[in-house]
């Protein structure tokens, strides 16, 4: 461990490598802060860069990148309501309705430095752990990995900010929108409606751009709401009381544990890794009614959690040569370009790898706080310009995001009726997070659903009886039914005693 | 509350359209769960919640004594509201950016939203126009080169023409070859 923690600091305080890791973590913020511009495009643009460097500083380039982009995204998630990347849309949830009361600057601050506290728990976890925990993650078949989505999806039932009723609509309209497009098992089409546009499924990126931002937008044109202007646009970017530290320090630890392993699980990553830890934060919380609302909890879950999922995808990247996710296969790609034999052998052979990935992910979560410092600030002094201004350049930027993630115009036209349909969404009382968490997680339920009963042929106890995946079920059925049985003992008891 | 029942009725009928069609889907048969059973299943659900929604409102909207007849539901107001005139200038945007382009559909959306949203002096609301389309087109264009919608005929050429001002790109060459040293 001592020698991985020395040889990565060796690696990157050298300065050609110091100044690559500040650039990189310079762009991974803007980056991550530009709608549309995923992390793993972020870390695609950033390919040409790492031409002429060697494979070991080629990696920790990137890898700063990377953590960056991730913590970039919370900072226009808080602001506009904008998830820079999908896994910033938990810090949506809470991040904005701070904004609102003005205290933007306090959630800019829990959320960088949750973000770097759960980048160096992952670091830490990654590099103590990295073999053992690739090995148990090789453990997670079918089974368990729809276990672990049906987990996700049990934020479900506390997601409702009135109805259950109407939650549970809107996640199975999230899960049925999954559906829409080629079966990845059989290849056949399902509810395209004989247009080539959905062919191939509704990308997940407009559908939240237009939920989140555009539905926001449409709400103020209707019934316009004054953020408070005085605190806003001067927003610095603020700490919470040591007292308040106190009191997530938890939410941080287990956001950033849970992050790291569901970031190492093959099809999962940080997007499903921030509602994951989002769930379980609300069912441990004892006050699961203020979440959603603007408070620190909310945050610290999600950036914990979307940071601690970044060190996690670089395990069985580093120890197996299975890329966890797509930016670790962006990363990997590079690593083959630059002649390295990614595999099992790396970490034996080539250690410095681990150490450099090591060492630049603990540089870039510390410089990154002082660097999203300085970009958060730009960003807030937006919010003091009027909403009149405000809200066609949050339309624009959506646009650009929505356009830019396959040069289609289609991809807008769909961001557009997501934000027209969100709108009406919210004004029945229907919810846009639930409808959202469905889409996350409806291609991984139903593929290893369907591959886990291949597995048993075609019997579902069968296909359930690991003890991981045993457990995994007890929990969710727990966290599912738990607040619609509390919830339906109430009602009861107020109807009794009316 | 009769808008709300109304929509919900309008999903029902659309959810239990697609679970007809689901049955009408050929399965070969590759895995024992198939195409259609998942996505059979949700949608039974979510009609049976739909159903229970409406119900549910139903009941509420008698207790509270609304009407239940449509004239209750303000359509008046809605047609001439602002948020109306929003979501018609939002639709056109994709089509405008394939004929039109980038810069010119922007620079219209913007002032015209601006206005919408209570902003008079034009000046001002032409200096953010511009500023913020140029800006966004040359971190986007250039700088991140990511193409944007061109448009057609002379919209095309001229966004060629300030696509070849690669300022950003230049920076971007500049700082490459720095590394490289």
Redesign the interface.
């Known amino acids: 461990m001592f020698s991985v923690l020395i040889e990565g600091f060796g690696i990157v305080f050298q300065p050609?490598t110091f100044i690559?890791i500040f650039?990189g973590t310079v762009i991974g913020v803007i980056?991550g802060s530009?709608p549309g511009?995923s992390a793993s495009m972020a870390v695609a643009?950033a390919l040409?860069?790492v031409?002429?460097?060697d494979g070991v500083v080629a990696i920790a380039f990137l890898v700063s990148v990377y953590c960056a982009s991730i913590t970039g995204g919370g900072v226009t998630a808080i602001l506009f309501k904008i998830p820079g990347t999908p896994s910033n849309a938990t810090t949506t949830f809470d991040g904005y309705p701070m904004a609102q009361r003005g205290e933007a600057g306090k959630a800019l601050g829990v959320s960088l430095i949750c973000s770097a506290i759960g980048g160096i728990i992952a670091a830490f976890m990654m590099a103590l752990f990295s073999p053992a925990l690739s090995a148990a993650a090789l453990k997670f078949g079918p089974g368990e990995l729809f276990a672990v989505s049906l987990l996700g999806l049990s934020v479900l039932s506390c997601l409702s900010s009135g109805?259950i009723?109407?939650t549970?609509?809107s996640g199975?309209?999230g899960?049925?929108i999954a559906?829409i497009g080629f079966?990845s098992?059989?290849?056949?089409l399902?509810?395209t409606f004989g247009t080539t546009s959905l062919q191939s499924g509704l990308p997940m990126i407009p559908v939240m751009i237009g939920l989140f931002a555009?539905t926001e937008?449409?709400k103020?044109?209707?019934k316009?709401k004054k953020i408070d202007d005085a605190q806003d646009s001067n927003a610095k970017t603020t700490f919470p009381s040591w007292a308040e530290w106190f009191r997530i320090k938890w939410i941080i630890l287990r956001s950033s544990v849970i992050g790291t392993f569901v970031g190492i699980l093959p099809g999962a990553g940080a997007t499903i890794a921030s509602f994951l830890c989002y769930t379980t934060e609300t069912k441990l919380s004892k006050h699961p009614e203020k979440f959603g609302t603007g408070i620190i909890d909310g945050i610290a879950a999600s950036e914990s959690a979307n940071n601690g999922a970044t060190g996690g995808s670089m395990v069985p990247l580093l120890s197996l040569g299975i890329p966890g996710g797509n930016a670790a296969a962006i990363m990997m790609s590079a690593l083959v370009m630059k002649g390295v034999q990614v595999g099992p052998l790396l970490l034996k052979t080539q250690p410095e790898y681990l150490s450099s990935v090591f060492g630049s992910m603990m540089l870039t979560n510390i410089l990154m706080v002082i660097i999203a410092m300085g970009i958060a600030k730009v960003f807030s002094k937006i919010l003091g310009v009027?909403?009149?201004?405000l809200?066609?350049?949050i339309?624009?930027?959506s646009?650009?995001g929505a356009?830019?993630l396959n040069?289609s115009?289609?991809d807008?036209?769909l961001m557009?009726f997501a934000?027209?349909i969100g709108?009406?969404f919210s004004y029945?009382?229907y919810s846009s997070a639930a409808l959202i968490l469905g889409l996350v997680l409806g291609e991984l339920c139903?593929t290893n659903?369907?591959?886990a009963?291949?597995l048993s042929?075609?019997d579902f106890v069968g296909a359930m009886t690991s003890p991981i995946t045993i457990v995994l079920l007890i929990v969710s059925a727990l966290l599912i039914f738990t607040p619609i049985i509390s919830n339906l003992i109430k009602t009861r008891k107020d109807v009794a005693n009316t | 509350m009769t808008l709300e029942i109304l929509i919900n009725m309008i999903l029902t009928v659309f959810f239990s359209i697609c679970l007809y069609l689901s049955t009408l889907l050929e399965d070969p048969g590759l895995d024992p769960l198939g195409a259609k059973k998942w996505p059979q299943v949700i949608l039974v659900l979510l009609i049976a919640l739909l159903i229970s929604n409406i119900v549910q409102l139903y009941k509420k909207q008698k207790k509270d004594g609304e009407s239940h007849s449509l004239k209750s539901v303000d359509f008046k107001g809605f047609f001439k509201s602002k948020l109306l005139i929003g979501m018609v200038m939002l639709v056109p945007i994709p089509f405008m950016l394939d004929f039109i382009g980038f810069i010119p559909t922007i620079l219209m959306f913007l002032a015209g939203y601006m206005v919408l949203l209570g902003e008079r002096k034009p000046v001002k609301i032409a200096i953010v126009s511009l500023v913020t389309t140029f800006v966004i087109f040359f971190i986007f264009s250039s700088g991140l080169s990511i193409m944007l919608p061109r448009g057609t005929g002379v919209f095309r050429e001229f966004h060629m023409f300030l696509e070849n001002i690669k300022i950003l790109s230049n920076m971007k060459g500049v700082l490459s070859i720095c590394f490289q040293f």
């Open positions: 050609e690559l650039f980056f530009m511009v643009l040409p860069f031409y002429p460097l109805s009723t109407k549970l609509i199975l309209i899960l049925f559906t079966d098992t059989s290849g056949i399902r509810f555009i937008v449409l103020n044109t209707a316009p009027p909403y009149s201004i809200g066609p350049i339309i624009v930027l646009i650009v356009y830019a040069n115009t289609g807008v036209l557009v934000g027209l709108y009406v029945i009382g139903e659903l369907r591959r009963m291949s042929d075609g």
